[in-house]
T-cell receptor
C-alpha cells in the first residue's frame, strides 16, 4: 500500500513566522498536488508539481517536488492568520487517473495574530 | 459559478435508516468521486466514476452504493446506516486526466448516525 506521510501533524505559530511542512513517501509519483482546506469547507487546490526538482511559488508559499519524485515540501514565509487551515498533499501514480490519487493525512496549521 | 454542489450539508440518521447524499457538478467533468474524511484518517476514497454508466470501488466502498446515470450527477446511497459511517463526506469532480488529476471539491456533507 502506498502511503504519503505528512509532517508535522499539527503546527501552531505566531503571525510573521516562517514554516515548512513535509510530504514524504517511499513511492515515486508522476505528480503531486497540495490542497488547503478551511474549516467547514472542501479542499481547494493550491498547486500541482510534475517535474522532479521543480519549485513553484504562489505569493508567500513555495512548493518543491523532490528530485526523486518521492517527496515534497511547502514553505510559507511570514505566515498570516488567513493561512490557517489543513494542508493536504496528494500524489498520483504513473499512468493513473484521479481514482489513483493518494492523499496524506494533512498538516493542521494555526496562525495566531 | 456553482461548481460542485452537495446536499444536504448536515444530516442525522438513526442506525438502520437509509439516505442518499446528492452531488451535482456543472463543469461537464467526466470524473466524479466520493470521499469520507475522519479525524486522523485523512481523505479516503469510497467510489468513483469516469463517466456516465461507469462506476468503480475505492478504498472503503462497503456500506455504500453509487450510480452515474448522467454526467452531472453522482449520488451516494447508504442503504442501512451504521454509526461507523458518521463522517464528513466530500464529492469531487475533475476532467478525466491521466497526468495531473486535480480535483474540485464540494463543501461537504456532515453525517451523524446515532
Amino acid at each position: 500500500t502506498q502511503l504519503l506521510e505528512q509532517s508535522p501533524q499539527f503546527l501552531s505559530i505566531q503571525e510573521g513566522e516562517n514554516l515548512t511542512v513535509y510530504c514524504n513517501s517511499s513511492s515515486v509519483f508522476s505528480s503531486l498536488q497540495w490542497y488547503r482546506q478551511e474549516p467547514g469547507e472542501g479542499p481547494v487546490l493550491l498547486v500541482t508539481v510534475v517535474t522532479g526538482g521543480e519549485v513553484k511559488k504562489l505569493k508567500r508559499l513555495t512548493f518543491q517536488f523532490g528530485d526523486a519524485r518521492k517527496d515534497s515540501s511547502l514553505h510559507i514565509t511570514a505566515a498570516q492568520p488567513g493561512d490557517t487551515g489543513l494542508y493536504l498533499c496528494a500524489g498520483l501514480n504513473y499512468g493513473g487517473s484521479q481514482g489513483n490519487l493518494i492523499f496524506g493525512k494533512g498538516t493542521k496549521l494555526s496562525v495566531k495574530p | 459559478n456553482a461548481g460542485v454542489t452537495q446536499t444536504p450539508k448536515f444530516q442525522v440518521l438513526k442506525t438502520g435508516q437509509s439516505m442518499t447524499l446528492q452531488c451535482a457538478q456543472d463543469m461537464n467533468h467526466e470524473y466524479m468521486s466520493w470521499y469520507r474524511q475522519d479525524p486522523g484518517m485523512g481523505l479516503r476514497l469510497i467510489h468513483y466514476s469516469v463517466g456516465a454508466g461507469i462506476t468503480d470501488q475505492g478504498e472503503v466502498p462497503n456500506g455504500y452504493n453509487v450510480s452515474r446515470s448522467t454526467t452531472e450527477d453522482f449520488p451516494l446511497r447508504l442503504l442501512s446506516a451504521a454509526p461507523s459511517q458518521t463522517s464528513v463526506y466530500f464529492c469531487a469532480s475533475s476532467p478525466l486526466n491521466y497526468g495531473t488529476g486535480e480535483l474540485f471539491f464540494g463543501e461537504g456533507s456532515r453525517l451523524t448516525v446515532l
